[in-house]
């Protein structure tokens, strides 16, 4: 049983928890938490290790054994440690090291996002969710957009990140990736998004709520999108508004 915060494994997922770039350069990232685990064993994403303590539920322990049978360094750890390494208030008593592994990109995609200048983890990771279950295929992270692999994003996410793929990319990146695509920025001024045709192939771009989308994603855009308000409200956050308009795209493609 690891008993000290000063331990290899300890000091590492403090270390990949804290710091986009300790994630990059370690390419890995961490999972907290019996669902996030759960859906990584699920995905057979690859895991480097998995701690737990004597806290965790039956329907934990469940992905302890999934994971030793699969031959994975599982180590039990003091309640203690596993709540001086915890991301939350009330840790669930599992957590695994995984493999910053990135899913392919799809040959034509028809659907893609592209969450621009979202820094805010929990409106990144209530797109990559909404995303997910939107039928989306893909999401792009342009610059200036919060690390998709910080904690905040994967609990925000709940699983998406082992379904979607999730690729960082500059500008011109993006712009070879959308090539005869539709491309919208989420935008007040935009046509409504209750009469745009969007059956085609189609990117949406969102930006944040304070500044709105970049300049870089303005000149890639071809048009502009906005959601119809009534009322005094003159705008939604980012992951609100996202996620009406990727389900905008879904219900009118459900009735093509």
């Not at 300890?10 to 710091?19: M, N, P, Q």
């Not at 999934?66 to 039990?76: C, T, Y």
Request: charged share 25%.
């Amino acid at each position: 049983m690891i008993t000290s915060n000063q331990n290899s494994k300890i000091k590492l997922v403090r270390a990949l928890l804290g710091r986009a770039k300790e994630r990059h350069e370690a390419e890995a990232f961490v999972a907290e938490g019996v669902r996030l685990v759960e859906e990584a064993v699920k995905a057979n994403w690859t895991c480097r290790f998995a701690l737990y303590d004597e806290t965790l539920s039956k329907r934990g322990m469940s992905q302890v054994e999934s994971l030793k049978s699969r031959g994975v360094d599982v180590e039990e750890v003091s309640a203690s440690v596993m709540k001086s390494i915890s991301e939350t208030e009330a840790p669930q008593g599992i957590l695994a090291v995984l493999e910053q592994t990135q899913l392919p990109l799809p040959d034509s995609p028809n659907f893609i996002l592209i969450p621009d200048q979202i820094r805010d983890p929990g409106n990144l990771g209530t797109l990559l969710r909404s995303a997910a279950a939107a039928g989306v295929q893909t999401v792009l992270i342009p610059p200036e957009t919060t690390d998709a692999f910080a904690p905040k994003v994967l609990r925000s996410g709940m699983g998406a990140h082992f379904r979607l793929p999730i690729h960082s990319m500059n500008w011109e990146e993006i712009a070879k990736a959308t090539t005869g695509m539709q491309i919208y920025v989420a935008d007040m001024d935009g046509s409504s998004c209750w009469e745009m045709d969007l059956s085609k192939s189609v990117a949406l771009i969102v930006g944040n709520e304070a500044e709105g989308a970049s300049e870089s994603a303005r000149k890639l855009a071809n048009g502009k999108i906005s959601i119809p308000m009534s009322g005094e409200m003159e705008s939604l956050n980012a992951g609100a508004a996202g996620s009406v308009l990727m389900f905008e795209v879904l219900r009118q493609r459900s009735k093509v």
